[in-house]
């Protein structure tokens, strides 16, 4: 799936340690403490399992994003509205975990003959660091991501439309949006929720996808924000 808003393309190193924030001594996760915070088959509600491709390195499976696997992360890139500052954050952000679920659903859908029924994931991208830092790079994606709201002209998918998406009161700071594209073709629709959250000095980029041919959105927006809710509480 390719957008204008946010391409979305299929497949870390924080100093950590104690920092002073005013008179509250903060613990900035190490990669692999973020990796051990990602969701999980168990996480939600249903049967889910990590996307991993067969043979693929351990740390794929664990979430650690490494040296080796950063090039596999699903890249995402805002529309051309976006500041040039938001644009350069949100494509050379290095992100320290990283894990991706696929949903076990009735009515799969099995292209190209089957044009009916759901596919459904969720990506979660994790970093951490000061809460300051933490805080201006979250208002950064924030505001490249609000400029990028309205028609999504057709690309190689599309046209859409982006519009806000109301979250529950998690974390310190949160923003969501939901993205709505026309497949290539017209047969089936793609609905990216995407949700980012700032929770002390960890930021969370969680986006849920749902592939739809011929039946209702899988989830409400409601649901949406219940499992956004999940995901944080894990930090």
């Known amino acids: 799936m390719s957008a204008t808003w946010m391409r979305v393309l299929a497949t870390a190193g924080l100093v950590v340690g104690g920092l002073a924030c005013g008179s509250e001594e903060v613990t900035v996760p190490t990669a692999a403490q973020l990796a051990g915070r990602l969701v999980d088959a168990g996480t939600f509600d249903g049967t889910w399992t990590v996307n991993a491709p067969e043979g693929a390195p351990e740390a794929v499976i664990d979430g650690v994003v490494t040296d080796e696997t950063v090039d596999q992360l699903p890249r995402m890139e805002f529309c051309p509205a976006a500041s040039a500052e938001a644009r350069a954050l949100v494509e ?32 979660e991208f994790l970093i951490s ?29 599309g046209p859409g439309f982006a519009e806000e998406m109301p979250l529950p009161a998690v974390g310190d700071d949160r923003y ?5 594209m026309e497949e290539a073709g017209g047969w089936a629709e793609w609905r990216l929720h995407v949700a ?4 002390g000095a960890v930021l969370v980029w969680i986006t849920i996808v749902d592939i739809r041919a011929g039946d209702d959105p899988f989830y409400t927006v409601d649901e949406i924000g219940r499992m956004v809710e999940t995901a944080v509480d894990l930090l």
């Open 196 to 199: 980012l959250v700032r929770d």
């Open 92 to 123: 050379d952000l290095r992100w320290m975990a990283f894990r991706q679920l696929d949903l076990a659903v009735d009515d799969p859908i099995d292209p190209p003959a089957d044009r009916t029924g759901h596919m459904v994931s969720v990506q």
């Open 176 to 180: 969501g949006a939901m993205l709505t």
């Open 129 to 157: 660091g000061e809460p300051d830092e933490m805080a201006a790079t979250f208002a950064t994606l924030r505001d490249g991501a609000a400029a990028c709201l309205g028609e999504i002209p057709a690309d190689d998918e």
